[in-house]
């Protein structure tokens, strides 16, 4: 399962029926101008397997970055180390290192609560254009 992560990649897992994580990861793609990441929705058996391989609690209601052999980041930690490898303005948004973590991961959880009230849920995950599936692991 960890072999299908191509070596010098960074794994995206993320909620695949959140239309807000979809957009999201849809912009990730965008501004991933160094080709760092792979995606995996958090449904998918490829998903549960990293998560129980890493450790994490399954029922974590959060995006997940896998750095292989490196660390994993959850919540406001993850979206700031996606951020940070992005192209464009968004390593600009590390200046919320400044906040303290529990602060971050509040308003993070309070977002991620709210996600599917304020911007709906897909009846199953999104599907790929070709030119961007060869990105996505399942």
Do not use: H
Not at 12 to 30: M, S
Not at 33 to 45: E, G, I, M, R, W
Not at 66 to 93: C, H, M, R, W
């Amino acid at each position: 399962m960890i072999d299908k992560i191509p070596p010098n990649k960074q794994l995206i897992l993320f909620d695949g029926v959140c239309n807000f994580c979809d957009e999201t990861i849809q912009k990730v793609i965008k501004a991933d101008k160094n080709n760092l990441f792979v995606f995996a929705s958090l449904q998918s058996n490829f998903g549960k397997e990293i998560i129980q391989y890493i450790g994490v609690n399954p029922s974590i209601d959060s995006i997940i970055l896998y750095n292989p052999g490196v660390a994993y980041f959850t919540e406001s930690d993850a979206a700031l180390e996606i951020s940070k490898q992005l192209s464009g303005f968004y390593p600009l948004l590390q200046i919320g290192k400044i906040a303290p973590k529990s602060l971050r991961n509040s308003i993070y959880r309070y977002i991620a609560k709210n996600r599917y009230k304020w911007y709906g849920k897909k009846e199953e995950c999104m599907i790929p254009s070709a030119e961007v599936r060869s990105k996505f692991l399942s």
